[in-house]
T-cell receptor, first 116, second 111 residues
Framework: EPEVTQTPSHQVTQMGQEVILRCVPI?????FYWYRQILGQKVEFLVS????????KSEIFDDQFSVERPDGSNFTLKIRSTKLEDSAMYFC??????????????FGDGTRLSIL | QKEVEQNSGPLSVPEGAIASLNCTYS??????FFWYRQYSGKSPELIMS????GDKEDGRFTAQLNKASQYVSLLIRDSQPSDSATYLC???????????FGPGTRLSVLP
């Protein structure tokens, strides 16, 4: 069964450094998402991406965040200057473009980001 | 502010019993509703989707949707210890949009 893959599974970074989290969505999916989950808290939306552009973003997704689809398979989340409060599990998800609705979102295993 | 509410639990049921999980949402125009299961330290795993009022059954799971009451529920029949996890309710308002997740209900199935 096709799945969303994320790398790395765990990233440890010094505060102020840049990190790039990588995702390979399911191949026939057209909608891509990033969510985060701080330990013990709920899953929070960051950004959605469709047709090579951001379609929606939350208040969390400020200027230090960016997303990119550099080729036909990868979808990346970059955090430019990490803060302690960026420590969380980051999930990538994708869904297909169905009719009359998009399909369920399928989640990758996540990247645990630890900021020191 | 779009809100999805769930009882945080823990909800404890004996093995073989029915577990009932509830979710309410604030945005009346929401169109799509999902239940995910999340084991500790793992990613959300899709259990069921429901889009129309009424019941939808899949194996031991039944999702129920009442749009007038802005309420969606999940019943788990013949609960097993392996069902012990946090159950997340997710709501999508429009086509292609993000999901709004509830805080999750922690379910414990006791052998």
């Amino acid at each position: 069964e096709p799945e969303v893959t994320q790398t790395p599974s765990h990233q440890v970074t010094q505060m102020g450094q840049e990190v790039i989290l990588r995702c390979v969505p399911i191949s026939n999916h057209l909608y891509f998402y990033w969510y985060r989950q701080i330990l013990g808290q709920k899953v929070e939306f960051l950004v959605s991406f469709y047709n090579n552009e951001i379609s929606e973003k939350s208040e969390i997704f400020d200027d230090q965040f960016s997303v990119e689809r550099p080729d036909g398979s990868n979808f990346t989340l970059k955090i430019r200057s990490t803060k302690l409060e960026d420590s969380a599990m980051y999930f990538c998800a994708s869904s297909e473009a169905g009719a009359p609705r998009t399909g369920p979102q399928h989640f990758g295993d996540g990247t645990r980001l630890s900021i020191l | 502010q779009k809100e999805v509410e769930q009882n945080s639990g823990p909800l404890s049921v004996p093995e073989g019993a029915i577990a009932s999980l509830n979710c309410t949402y604030s945005d009346r125009v929401s169109q799509s509703f999902f239940w995910y299961r999340q084991y500790s330290g793992k990613s959300p795993e899709l259990i069921m989707s429901i889009y129309s009022n009424g019941d939808k059954e899949d194996g031991r799971f039944t999702a129920q949707l009442n749009k007038a009451s802005q309420y969606v529920s999940l019943l788990i029949r013949d609960s097993q210890p392996s069902d012990s996890a946090t159950y997340l309710c997710a709501v999508q308002i429009n086509y292609g949009q993000n999901f709004v997740f509830g805080p999750g209900t922690r379910l414990s199935v006791l052998p």
